[in-house]
């Protein structure tokens, strides 16, 4: 079996937590947190820290099987299978709409009048071949395009420094605790993404006792990472548009790419920005597309051949053309997050791991 | 790194130009939209929209030059002025140029909200395009024809940094206007442009074509109610209103409304500070300016020669610019208070600096902006007095009776 090594993990966990979440993230946080928004973002990531763990341990105890499989040993063979299918479905559903999305960033931005058939086919042809070369090779990709991203990302913030309007960021606490406290539950989703995607891909983690402390000290530092700099990037939107634009500019951080400007040297460079931006967006669709597989794997036994990747493949792109409505989109998105992806993570994964451990402690009683 | 990482990272790069051709044109078929001006016509009830395109062009023996064409349309809303336009315009209209939006007086009197929509959605326009309002209509503004030759908006462009840099007026632009909005304590002021004819406003030129306006002036603000125009700021008023938003960068400054001798000095640096203070159990607002200053004209017979002798005049001016800058922003302020309109955000600083008390008085603002104490304490300090310390003298005292 394929395995990728512990940085690979480190680095792909990174990206799929990143995935596309800059795009909402500051009109999400601001949006419901209000002015203190950007403060929800750090502790809303760090919730991948105890289901990231959780599944570690889990890994630790079975090697080599994700945690369907996992769930077959702990729950029973039919009880994993309906999770099973419900992790299958919420895999292609979202990850097709992530595919959409794509295609409503780039139409809203500098490709309005490219064909969807255009975006969802390309984006798909590198997504279902990235899929088919192997986790490995996806592993890699991610090492590569992530700095890139968290470059792109930090060199946009910089650039957009004259455009700070620092009252924006005062006062502190005016609502109070509340508000943050909402935007952490509304933001919570993104880390229960990264979660189901490492539901799936410890069974290609290495095994060794070394590996082990370094795959935990990766979960760290992916939500570190990420949550410092989704912050750090809420905190730009607040300052730059303030609570109320910020809230209500659809992908913010397009807009973000437009004011960079340097005296009358350089200017729009949005483009280069947006081509960054596309890593992540493949890092993401792919994520959800190795997770469909390993799903269709897991409970229908399918084996390991391009009929399923070409099928697969087909229904993302029946999907992702379905929805060509960017409002209906972004709508979409946010109720599967909040109503499909966090629930079956923080019900799942806690309770796979806790009888686990029940039980050891009982063994050991 | 592997073969098939090389070759699908390649892939993903090939793909993205090959995207990119879809809908390409050619630089000679776009018309570089450099500016927009906005007006409403009230007898026809329809919108007038003014392109200004920038068409370069070889030119003679100077090298390339570019030349001005403008288009005004007349439409029920944006979007049909801007089909419209497609029936007179050769070119492709591109909006990525666009420096900046006019936006007319009688458009701006009825609200330009609804107009402006259709800019700030559009990509392709950048949101730190400029805001001016046009002092008449939008349009006389981009069809002045510049003694320079030049193209009016871009030319109204160096005069905004230019008026920024010396502090004249505010520069706003669509972003920082749209923020504005957003803030419920605070309302949006544009600066004002006019075509200036021969003798207008203190400028005297030879015009080109008799009683033809061929200069543009940027002085003075629209002050808004949200996105309706409600007033003006005179010159001196915009200038207080700069001092309290702490906008000065340089600014040069006279004390000509104080008794002689007449100092006139250039701001060099400058801090506005909010603090809230009780007085008597009564919640204020005050506003603290530094600022450190040159003279850079001393208009007296009185002269000083030497440091020791010039020293008290230097106090003697700090003190007088200090009240003149007091005035201006006293200025702006009874303005605000009279139009009971916060422009100068005086809420917002309640706001930032005691939300809870912001929280109490939040309903009945801005009615209750006549009423919440405001005071300004300004001082400057003298640095230098340029490269002399006395003015030019006439030899032996010659001329001094």
Known sequence: MERISAHQFVMLGAAVLMGTTFFPVAQVALGVGGRDGWMAVLPAYGL???LGLMILALAREYPGQNLIKISETVLGKWTAKGIGLVYLIVSIYFGALLLAQVED????????????????????????????TGIEVFGRFAEVVFPLIILGLIANMVLTLPRFEWEEFFPVFGEGIKPILFAVLKLAPYACEYALFVAGVIAYLPQGGQDQTQLRTGVWRAVIIVGTVNALLTLTELLVFGPAEAKRLNYGLLSLGKLVEIEKTISGVESLFLLIWMGGMIIKVGAFYFMGMWGLQAVFGVQDHVKWYLLLAGVFFVIGLFFQ???????????????LILPLAILWIPLVWGIVRWRRRGKAG | MSKKLIVLMASSLLLLSISGCWDKREIEELAFVVAIGLDYDAQTESYQVTFQMAEPSKGGEGGPKVDTRNITIEGKNMIEATSKSFEFINKQNIPGAVKLIIVGKDLAERGMNESLDFYQRLYLLRRTVFLLLAEDKAQDVLNVKLRTKDVPALTLVDIINNSSDWSISPLVRLGHYLTILGRKSEDPVIPVVRPVKPGENGMIYKADKEGEAEELQLSGAGIFKRDRLAGYLTEDETKGYLWLQDEIKLRLLDTSNEAPPVYGGRVVTTKTKVKLETAKGVKGVRFLISAKATIDEFQSREQADNPAEMAPFTYDAEEKMAREI??????????????????????????????????????SWPEMLAEIPVSVEAKVQVINTGATFQGPVNSESEGEE
């Open chain 1, 48 to 50: 991948a820290l105890p």
């Open chain 1, 105 to 132: 960033t780039f139409k809203r931005s500098v490709l309005q009048l490219t064909p969807h058939v255009v975006f969802i086919g390309a984006m798909l042809f590198l997504v279902g071949a990235l899929a088919w």
């Open chain 1, 325 to 339: 409505n960017g409002v209906e989109l972004v709508q979409e998105l946010s109720v599967t997050d909040d109503y």
């Open chain 2, 326 to 363: 007091t005035r201006e922003c006293e200025a702006a302020l009874a303005k605000s208070k009279e139009m009971q309109l916060d422009f100068l955000g005086i809420g917002r600083q309640v706001e930032i600096n005691d939300v809870n008390y912001w929280k109490e008085i939040e309903a």
